[in-house]
């Protein structure tokens, strides 16, 4: 008989029909009841694929094993909560660390040299008037990275590329890493003139990214958050960015995603994006491919591919 497996969200068109070929899926988003989906499942669903599951979720789900996220943060499942009712973890990590660097590079660029405000002027017929005018670049700038793992490792390569210097924060200082460590976030800001976050969401790291740590940064500081919105205070970056009291900022993620403060609408000194560090058709399609990967392991009784809990 075939493995009930609940879908918590819309997932990648290739990963839904390998998950249709081995599992009886019951899609959790489409429901119009999801009560009595949940109820009517609760006796068979061993699997869970996709994100947002908390423990009152796990608790209505007796039988559940597996956990199998979609994407490299797990943030959205209550981890601790899978590890004491012994169900298992995985996410999707590596498979995204290139489309992911690609894109903090991009922003950055876009940021410094101002290039979506350059489209908008030659589209609005007002090169003719004159020249747009002189910006920044990278070269000979320093970046200090919050959350130097495997993505920012894969940031701090390509950025050395541009001929910047890197130093970085995080709960400890790495052996074997050719870069300047700082053990207080807002000094290594100080001594920046970029600050790239891209360190895991959750409770341990919400507004790590303080007024003071932006203070920090400075009016000349440019920021790009290709993380989770919830590690900065986006009120007091707003404020500061409007003000002039931060130089820039280049986002990909906001606290209340997809929904984005009217505010920064208005300001020349930021870019936005809608979340789409990983939006490629390789690394998508390689993210589904290891979430059925990592589910297929598990009820073969093999080792996980990439287990968090």
Same mark, same amino acid.
């Given at each position: ?110 940021? =410094? ?5 350059? /489209?908008? !002027?030659?589209? +609005?017929?007002?090169? *003719?008037? &004159?020249? $747009?005018? #002189? ?109 002039? =009291? ?5 986002? /990909?993620? !906001?606290?209340? +995603?997809?929904?984005? *403060?009217? &505010?920064? $609408?208005? #300001? ?42």
């Amino acid at each position: 008989m075939a493995i009930d497996l609940l879908q918590t969200h819309k997932l990648l068109d290739s990963c839904e029909a390998a998950l249709a070929e081995r599992f009886t899926v019951h899609k959790l988003h489409e429901a119009l009841d999801r009560a009595a989906l949940i109820a009517e499942m609760a006796p068979k669903v061993r699997a869970i694929a996709g994100g947002n599951v908390d423990a009152a979720l796990m608790d209505s789900l007796p039988k559940l094993e597996i956990i199998a996220n979609f994407g490299v943060g797990y943030d959205t499942i209550d981890a601790a909560a899978a590890k004491a009712r012994k169900i298992r973890v995985t996410n999707t990590p590596n498979v995204l660390n290139d489309a992911v660097a690609e894109l903090t590079v991009g922003l950055m660029i876009a940021l =410094a040299r101002r290039i979506p405000q350059g /489209d908008r !002027f030659v589209r +609005e017929g007002r090169w *003719p008037s &004159g020249n $747009l005018g #002189l910006f920044s670049e990278l070269t000979g700038k320093t970046a200090g990275i919050l959350g130097l793992g495997r993505i920012g490792k894969e940031i701090a390569t390509r950025l050395q590329a541009m001929k910047m210097r890197i130093v970085y924060h995080g709960r400890h200082r790495q052996d074997g890493v050719p870069y300047v460590y700082y053990d207080d976030l807002a000094e290594m800001a100080r001594d920046c003139d970029w600050l790239v976050i891209i360190a895991p969401g959750g409770q341990g790291t919400q507004r790590i990214v303080s007024r003071k740590v932006l203070e920090a940064l400075g009016p000349e500081g440019m920021l790009v958050n290709m993380a989770r919105g919830t590690l900065i205070d986006e009120a007091a970056m707003l404020e500061m960015l409007q003000s002039g =009291a931060l130089g820039g900022a280049a986002l /990909d993620v !906001f606290e209340n +995603e997809p929904n984005v *403060p009217e &505010g920064f $609408l208005a #300001l020349d000194n930021v870019v936005l994006a809608p979340h789409q560090g990983s939006a490629t058709h390789q690394t998508r399609q390689a993210m589904g491919a290891l979430v059925v990967a990592n589910l297929d392991a598990h009820f073969a009784g093999d080792p996980l591919l990439s287990a968090v809990v």
